[in-house]
């Protein structure tokens, strides 16, 4: 059974810098390993996903240009490098994969419904 589990949220200034880690075991297959982030009162929302097939990085527009989703495959780990922080980034933020091996386009990598495994979570707070 695979396990995520995040780290490296805490607090910090706006213009700030965080780097999330992900550490994953128990995975054979992963097809897509993303980043999600729940605001109070808001839909958990997807930020950043690395496709394992091709390396490609998708970025949602909200982050795009401040937030990079790397990977080391040799540790079993994703990252999140978080620039330019804004206090409208805080929220809990999520490592999700999706292990299924069945056809999913682009165009859905930001939907949750399309994970199979989630983290507890990691609080990123960003003040004014």
């Known amino acids: 059974q695979g396990q995520l589990v995040e780290s490296g949220g805490g607090s910090v200034q706006a213009g700030g810098s965080l780097r999330l880690s992900c550490a994953a075991s128990?995975?054979?297959?992963?097809?897509?390993m993303g980043w999600f982030r729940q605001a109070p009162g808001k839909e958990r929302e997807g930020v950043a996903v690395?496709?394992?097939?091709?390396?490609?990085?998708y970025y949602s527009d909200s982050v795009k240009g401040r937030f990079a989703i790397s990977r080391d495959t040799a540790e079993n780990t994703v990252y999140l490098q978080m620039s330019s922080l804004r206090p409208e980034d805080t929220a809990m933020y999520y490592c999700?994969?999706?292990?299924?091996?069945?056809?999913?386009?682009?165009?859905?990598?930001?939907?949750?419904?399309?994970?199979?495994?989630w983290g507890q979570g990691t609080q990123v707070t960003v003040s004014s």
């Open positions: 999700a994969f999706r292990t299924r091996n069945t056809l999913v386009t682009a165009a859905f990598y930001f939907q949750r419904h399309e994970y199979d495994y």
């Open positions: 128990g995975f054979t297959y992963v097809r897509l």
């Open positions: 690395i496709s394992t097939r091709t390396g490609i990085t």
